[in-house]
């Protein structure tokens, strides 16, 4: 894993579960970071452990939703290493609920975040990385759109909007600059504190107490996609619990 020393990666929804395991295992690696979220608290406490475990840090207060904080972003980490190695586009929420019930409102919320979040990331990166001629895009994405069930179908949408557009990215590209989607299976983190929904609240949360992985495990995911040669792109990775259906 040696060709992650001294990279710069982004990584939005750093503040919590898988974003903070990812920061935390490429910092260990010799990635110099640059975090964002929305949770300052939280963000700010990352970077303090980072720098205290000899790693280098820097937290940005950002909001995906809002495609201005992504180039802002993107740009503090040139403006502060030098350059943009990886962007991993990690915010997300979920809100689920059948589709009949019109959660107008959560379905919105996904949209924004799941996925127009990531094209924001996307557009705040590609120029620096077409400038540098090299840099790596890593979307974390989910199981969910790999099995439809009742009760995720719009998370599930904005999952595989996400999972279409990762794979149209990797064709488009010349190879300078390289695509990976990972999406990962029941995960013991704090992701299901929003759900409005108690029973989906409940059944998530039970899934997670009793099947879910340790976030590290997409953490060494990430970090085994970055590490790659220049020349070789993993292009779709799955990580989940071994007894999940």
Same mark, same amino acid.
């Given at each position: 894993m040696e060709n992650s020393k001294g990279k710069t990666v /982004? %990584?939005?929804?750093?503040?919590? #579960?898988?974003g903070r395991a @990812?920061? $935390?295992? $490429?910092?260990e690696s010799g990635a110099r970071l640059v975090v964002g979220a929305r949770n300052t608290v939280k963000l700010n406490a990352l970077v303090a452990e980072i720098k205290t475990? &000899? #790693?280098? /840090? @820097? +937290? @940005?207060? %950002?909001?995906?939703t809002n495609k201005a904080d992504l180039v802002r972003f993107a740009a503090t980490a040139v403006d502060?290493?030098? *350059?943009?190695?990886?962007?991993?586009?990690n915010a997300g929420i979920s809100q689920l609920s059948r589709i009949d019930e019109l959660d107008i409102e959560g379905w919105e919320e996904m949209i924004d975040v799941n996925l127009k979040g990531v094209l924001y990331g996307m557009a705040a990166a590609v120029p620096i990385f077409k400038s540098q001629q090299s840099g790596h895009i890593v979307n974390i994405i989910s199981t969910a759109g790999l099995k439809i069930v009742p009760m995720m179908g719009v998370y /599930?949408?904005?999952?595989?909007a996400v999972r279409t557009i990762t794979e149209a990215f990797r064709q488009e590209s010349d +190879?300078? @600059? *390289? %695509?990976? &989607? %990972?999406?990962?299976?029941f995960v013991k983190t704090d992701f299901a504190e929003n759900i409005k929904n108690e029973e989906m609240k409940t059944m998530v949360m039970n899934g997670m107490e009793e099947m879910g992985i340790n976030p590290a495990a997409i953490a060494d995911a990430v970090l085994y996609a970055i590490s790659q040669p220049a020349d070789i792109e993993i292009g779709d990775l799955v990580i989940r619990p071994s007894k999940q259906n």
């Open positions: /982004a %990584i939005t929804g750093a503040s919590a #579960g898988i @990812i920061a $935390l295992k $490429l910092a475990a &000899g #790693g280098e /840090a @820097i +937290g @940005i207060e %950002i909001d995906v502060h290493y030098g *350059r943009l190695d990886v962007f991993v586009n /599930a949408g904005t999952k595989n +190879g300078s @600059i *390289r %695509i990976t &989607g %990972i999406s990962p299976g």
